[in-house]
């Protein structure tokens, strides 16, 4: 499963970092890929950030050089350090993973809502950024 946490109110250009901790995943023939995605009020899931097992990165354009994901590998903690952040960057955060060497954003915006093709979805952190 996974469990995020770290979500809060902040202002405009401020920062926040979400962590999110797998436990008890079973390791299988493909490496875990693990990803960001985001929900505001109203609208449609979306990806954000995803981080392949081979440590290469995919953003977004609207939160690119913004939002910085990572992982520690001693404690299965994956995170997302959000920079400069803005009103509209107000969602819910899910953090979520899949058995895949690697993935592509496209790609996971096409297989599309409800489950974007993952294995396991947290619960969410909420985020929230007034002006």
């Known amino acids: 499963r996974l469990v995020e946490s770290g979500g809060g109110s902040v202002q405009a250009g401020g920062s926040l970092t979400l962590s999110c901790l797998a436990t008890d995943i079973p390791y299988r023939e493909y490496s875990l890929s693990m990803l960001w995605f985001r929900q505001a009020p109203g609208k449609e899931r979306e990806v954000v950030a995803a981080l392949n097992s081979d440590g290469t990165t995919q953003y977004v354009d609207s939160v690119k050089d913004r939002f910085t994901v990572s992982k520690d590998k001693s404690t299965d903690t994956l995170y997302l350090r959000m920079n400069n952040l803005r009103p509209e960057d107000s969602a819910m955060y899910y953090c979520?993973?899949?058995?895949?060497?690697?993935?592509?954003?496209?790609?996971?915006?096409?297989?599309?809502?409800?489950?974007?093709?993952?294995?396991?979805w947290g619960e969410g952190t909420e985020v929230t950024i007034s002006s």
């Open positions: 979520a993973a899949v058995h895949s060497h690697s993935v592509n954003l496209g790609a996971i915006r096409a297989l599309g809502a409800p489950n974007f093709g993952m294995d396991y």
